[in-house]
């Protein structure tokens, strides 16, 4: 692929990420939970826990897509090209969950995507180490935050519960073969500022 070539592939890519038209490769775990009845106030809570988890996985595409493009071993790149379609299923199960609850994607993720993109692009620069041990903690600190959204989540709300399941699943695994691979421990410093970041992200997803 020419130059050119690469960069109508990634802004063809760029795009249905942000407008949440992804499509999955995996059967969504949702389509085998049974239908739960929300009230008004459940629906809106569920829809916007479930919009931060999408923004999540706009997150995480930016982020694969520029690690994966600026990484130096061949066994990375495949890495993250495999966790890379891992997280586009969660992408489309999650937009397909909203939907379903009658709500919207972030009307942010332009933001979202381009602000990741750089992050990975400056973690990928930093090393193939330093690149793994970002992923590595960025997928324990979303493994946390997943858990704490099976808690938040209505107890009958069964079809996105399934969905974040098997999300955190994906998460765990995605971290440990960074591990293996030879991911380094990030800088307390980073972690925390990395925390903070999430934060913002998460408390402005759930309302736009």
Not at 76 to 91: M, P, S, T, V, Y
Not at 116 to 144: H, M, N, P
Not at 172 to 200: F, N, W, Y
Request: proline share 4%; glycine share 8%; hydrophobic share 40%.
């Amino acid at each position: 692929m020419t130059f050119i070539d690469k960069a109508i592939a990634d802004f063809d890519n760029a795009l249905r990420v942000i407008t949440g038209q992804a499509s999955a490769s995996r059967p969504n775990p949702a389509l085998q939970a049974p239908d739960g009845i929300l009230d008004a106030a459940e629906q809106r809570h569920s829809a916007g826990l479930m919009r931060v988890n999408h923004v999540g996985e706009v997150c995480a595409q930016a982020l694969y897509d520029a690690q994966g493009r600026f990484a130096q071993g061949e066994p990375i790149k495949l890495q993250f090209a495999e966790a890379g379609r891992e997280e586009e299923d969660h992408l489309a199960w999650t937009a397909e969950r909203l939907r379903e609850l009658g709500s919207h994607v972030s009307l942010l993720n332009p933001l979202w995507y381009a602000g990741s993109y750089a992050l990975g692009t400056i973690a990928a620069r930093l090393g193939d180490a330093r690149s793994l041990g970002f992923v590595s903690e960025t997928e324990r600190q979303v493994e946390k935050h997943l858990s704490s959204h099976l808690e938040k989540l209505p107890l009958q709300d069964a079809k996105s519960r399934a969905i974040v399941e098997q999300m955190r699943d994906d998460e765990i695994a995605h971290g440990e073969a960074a591990r293996i691979l030879g991911g380094t421990e990030m800088p307390l410093p980073v972690k925390k500022a990395m925390q903070a970041m999430s934060k913002v992200m998460t408390t402005v997803a759930y309302h736009i």
